[in-house]
């Protein structure tokens, strides 16, 4: 590193891909500096403790399924508590139950029976399924659609259509319109059929701290609580060096000088500090109750196939992640989409009073008493996936200057990561040509 600078990179945001971008650079012998504005690591990845409860910044969960997760997260060290793999439908007069004949084979009679499985239902789904767990690389590299026409296209209708995956994914998509891309959902699906989802033990914060630590133990600097207020091209590199370096100015900290930026930060702020388009994201509101006796024993997410209200999936998470609560005490999670006209206008958002009445018909149990632990609004939850699918967008913006994030390839914790290796292998082959 030329002796004018305080580091070969500096990466401007600690979520996913900052800390997998900064651990790459490091292996590679970079000195790097990540600047996190927060007072922790993870960007949306966060978990607050809340009297004992674990709450996660809305509802999230790690697929050990992922390439980028089998490659560079210690899924054991995560302790990951897993869901269940099948889905509750909450239907006229009862609940049933759809499970994943592979896994749980003693609950094939009960799925045959809950009348949402018919044999043209069960045959569009395998159409529409089939080529992407198969061969995943040409649907990435075919032709792509929105999500409603794809399903049409293949003529998957029915309830297995309406009451089961429109719904769930839902949750998943942050959208139920079907404008989602229909590549990207069948390689969501494909994932989800691959692995079994669940949640650390400690939070899906657990996940980027373990990130952080393998950036520090690599060579990386992370500071927290530093925020960067703007960055400008700072003149030639002296004393030996080769090519430009770029000033970072950090609210209340000196300012940094660095042979190239990598900005990492999330997609409702990348557009305050490069010049780029403001990406469009989904927003999802999460409600976390804390009830004297949990609605089931299931630790199933749940979904509501008459969609009589706004919550589109709720779990016990205590069934399925016990750590979450304290010892006897029960966690139930509900998400809900949020419209884009609560950003400006609260009174848009879901109210409480209606997702109490729609948790008590879902459930079979009043919910109108339970404690409300935490009610949480993110109107950037996901960044939209419109077809077609854009899997990569290029890394660099300009000479030195590079983004990262899941708003530049796939909106998924794979997509994060993925993005944070990519960027970083950029900008070691253009500081080794330089």
């Known amino acids: 590193m030329p002796r004018d600078l305080d580091a070969d990179v500096v990466v401007v945001g600690a979520g996913l891909a900052g800390l997998r971008c900064a651990t790459r650079l490091a292996e590679a012998g970079r000195h790097v500096v990540v600047l996190e504005a927060d007072d922790r690591v993870g960007g949306r990845q966060r978990t607050d ?21 089998r490659r560079w997260v210690d899924v054991a060290e995560l302790g990951l508590q897993r869901f269940p793999a099948g889905v509750r439908v909450r239907r006229e007069g009862r609940t049933v139950a759809l499970a ?34 198969m ?28 009451e089961v995956m429109e719904p769930f994914l839902a949750g998943v998509l942050a959208s139920d319109d079907g404008s989602t891309s229909d590549s990207f959902t069948r390689l969501l699906v494909r994932m989800f059929a691959l692995g079994s989802p669940g ?16 950036a520090t133990a690599a060579g990386a600097e992370i500071r927290l609580g530093s925020r960067v207020r703007r960055m400008r091209a700072g003149g030639d590199i002296g004393a030996g060096g080769a090519g430009a370096s770029f000033e970072v100015d950090v609210a209340g900290a000196d300012t940094l000088r660095a042979g190239a930026v990598v900005v990492a930060v999330g997609p409702d702020v990348v557009a305050d500090l490069l ?10 509101q999460t409600w976390w109750f804390a009830p004297d006796a949990a ?14 209200g706004p919550v589109v999936n709720t779990v016990v998470m205590t069934n399925a992640a016990p750590s979450y609560a304290p010892r006897g005490r029960h966690l139930v999670e509900a998400t809900c989409l949020l419209p884009t006209a609560a950003r400006s206008d609260p ?36 960044p939209a996936q419109p077809p077609p699918l854009r899997a990569t967008t290029p890394a660099r913006l300009s000479d030195g200057v590079y983004v990262a994030g899941d708003h530049r390839d796939t909106a998924s914790i794979q997509g994060a990561l993925v993005s944070g290796d990519r960027v970083a292998r950029a900008v070691l082959a253009d500081l080794r040509g330089a």
């Open 49 to 69: 403790e809340v009297d004992g409860f674990l709450l996660d910044r809305g509802f999230q969960v790690l697929n050990p399924a992922y390439p980028a997760v």
């Open 100 to 133: 994943d004949p592979r896994r749980h084979p003693t609950r094939i009679p009960s799925t045959l029976t809950s009348g949402l499985v018919t044999p043209r239902g069960v045959v569009g789904l395998a159409r529409w399924a089939l080529p992407v767990v």
């Open 135 to 162: 061969r995943p690389r040409r649907v990435i590299a075919g032709p792509d659609r929105a999500l409603r026409e794809g399903w049409d296209r293949v003529r998957f209708r029915g309830p297995l259509r309406t």
């Open 199 to 214: 949640v650390p033990e400690r939070g899906i914060a657990a996940l980027p701290v373990q990130l952080a630590t393998a």
């Open 275 to 284: 010049d780029v388009p403001r990406p469009v994201t989904k927003g999802l």
């Open 295 to 308: 609605p089931t024993t299931s630790a199933m997410i749940t979904v509501d196939g008459r969609r009589r």
């Open 347 to 382: 009174a848009a958002a879901p109210a409480e009073r209606d997702v109490r009445r729609h948790l008590s018909e879902i459930w079979g149990a009043e919910a109108s008493a339970w404690p409300l632990l935490r009610r949480d609004d993110l109107p950037a939850a996901l």
